[in-house]
């Protein structure tokens, strides 16, 4: 019999992974303990015509297809599913900055370092700066409308995408939003698509926004002793009339953390700490400065200002050491959620009680000026009684979060791991919405189905 994978082939040539070591490579993606499907077919695409096939053939047949960039999805969005395509596009990856717009076409596979590292050279920046920027691409970013360290200041990849194009189930190429630096014609569907975790169709070029170059950024770090005295420092920061361009916060247990695997500068005992940084054109040197007299104000007992990069780089190697140092303590679930600022020293306060209820060790840090902390849950790899307490502990947090008016993810998105929750936040009347919005653009559910809805 004749399989839709057969008719496609001659027209994929060698965008069809034939070697079956070289597909299950694709099976995957960061988040914790995925599980590889036993049947699934990798398309590589080298150009829009083969996106345009793949889609058209799985419509004709519900085939399901699982559009993928460089899988660092923390949340299994990427995973293969039993029977899929998967659809990477890490191949296509043309860029071409218009300075004059300001703004840059892009590829969805292009990797965002490397779209960060084009608008420097042409005096221009792209902002959004996920701590996996060195790896992930600009399409699973905008699927995923990915946040990162210098949010409170510039916002997340959403505020930064002006159009798109896109193919939908059936082949259909469509244009969103508007090149133009200004547009207010119809709905704003290229909103709908970010954030959209690849359930709609698949991104296959952008127009992104480039600002001026800032300076490169200096670094003040503040430590505390109490927890209110940080969150206090946080909300004095941002109401400066310069905002910071980083406000990162570590909670006692991540401090712990980073100085179990070296001395970061960090002493010990102390409640928590906020890393803060200002790019300002001309002014960083003086935005620090004034950034840690805030910061005693509000209470640290140990303010240090870096007044040049290279010491301001050694400020933040901690920061930087931080995933690495969680991953160094054995099995975790690497978490997101965010809730309003001035309720932050409430939420860290609620995930200490519930690591001392559970007995679930628990660490809370991330980006503490959006109110956006990345918890990790601690259990030992192998044992389902540990995993399972931490998967009850996380669900208690994650519901503290929405109590205190927040969200059940910041910036990683929902995926396979937070569907169980998505009702809890959406209610079940939203849901159902939602659903049809999907179904508008994807009649027959094939577009990376078990994940999100
Ligand atoms: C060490 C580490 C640090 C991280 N730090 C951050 C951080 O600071 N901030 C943050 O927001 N995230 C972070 N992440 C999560 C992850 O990097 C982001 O979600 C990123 O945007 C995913 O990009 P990707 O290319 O790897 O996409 P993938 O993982 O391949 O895909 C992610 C989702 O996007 C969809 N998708 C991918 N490409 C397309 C396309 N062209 N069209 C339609 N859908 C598509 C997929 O179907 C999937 O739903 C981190 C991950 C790791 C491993």
């Not at 660092?72 to 029977?83: I, K, M, V």
């Not at 409308?145 to 916002?155: I, M, R, S």
């Not at 006692?252 to 054109?281: K, Y």
């Not at 849901?431 to 189905?449: C, E, H, W, Y």
Request: hydrophobic fraction near 40%; include cysteine; aromatic fraction near 4%.
């Amino acid at each position: 019999m004749v399989g839709p994978l057969d008719r496609l082939g001659p027209a994929l040539g060698d965008a069809l992974v034939r070697d079956p070591d070289i597909a299950a490579t694709y099976a995957v993606d960061c988040s914790c303990a995925p599980t590889a499907p036993e049947h699934f077919t990798v398309v590589r695409a080298r150009d829009v015509q083969d996106v345009v096939a793949v889609l058209e053939e799985a419509q004709a047949h519900g085939i399901p297809v699982v559009p993928q960039g460089a899988r660092t999805s923390l949340t299994g969005a990427s995973c293969a599913t039993e029977g899929a395509i998967v659809l990477n596009v890490e191949d296509l990856r043309d860029l071409d900055i218009d300075p004059v717009e300001g703004h840059a076409r892009v590829d969805p596979g292009l990797v965002t370092a490397e779209l960060k590292s084009a608008a420097h050279e042409a005096d221009l920046f792209y902002p959004p700066d996920p701590a996996s920027a060195d790896t992930c691409t600009i399409g699973g970013n905008i699927a995923t409308n990915a946040g990162g360290l210098c949010c409170v200041k510039y916002g997340v990849t959403a505020d930064y995408v002006k159009a798109l194009e896109v193919v939908l189930p059936g082949g259909e190429r469509i244009r969103t939003g508007k090149r133009t630096a200004k547009g207010v014609v119809g709905y704003d569907l290229t909103g709908l698509f970010v954030g959209s975790e690849g359930t709609l169709g698949v991104v296959t070029a952008a127009w992104v926004r480039l600002v001026p170059a800032p300076d490169p950024a200096l670094t003040a770090l503040a430590t505390f002793d109490s927890l209110d005295d940080a969150v206090r420092g946080v909300l004095a920061l941002r109401a400066d009339r310069h905002r910071p361009s980083l406000l990162e916060f570590l909670d006692r247990a991540s401090i712990a953390a980073v100085q179990a695997i070296g001395d970061f500068g960090f002493p010990s005992g102390c409640e928590a700490a906020l890393l803060v940084q200002s790019d300002r054109p001309g002014h960083a040197g003086e935005d620090v400065i004034r950034y840690a007299a805030t910061l005693a104000e509000a209470g640290a007992v140990e303010t240090v200002v870096a007044d040049n990069a290279a010491e301001a780089d050694l400020l933040m190697k901690g920061r930087r050491m931080l995933n690495h140092a969680l991953e160094a303590k054995g099995g975790r679930l690497a978490e997101d959620a965010c809730v309003p600022i001035a309720r932050l020293a409430q939420f860290v306060r609620i995930g200490q009680d519930i690591s001392a209820r559970s007995g679930v060790e628990i660490t809370l840090s991330g980006h503490g000026g959006d109110g956006n902390l990345h918890p990790s849950l601690f259990f030992t790899r192998g044992d389902p009684d540990g995993l399972h307490r931490a998967e009850a502990a996380l669900e208690d947090l994650l519901r503290a979060a929405l109590d205190l008016g927040g969200t059940i993810t910041g910036e990683h998105g929902i995926g396979v791991q937070k569907r169980r929750y998505l009702s809890w936040e959406l209610g079940h009347a939203e849901l159902a919405r939602q659903r049809s919005v999907k179904t508008l653009f994807d009649p027959r559910g094939i577009m990376n189905p078990g994940k999100v809805y």
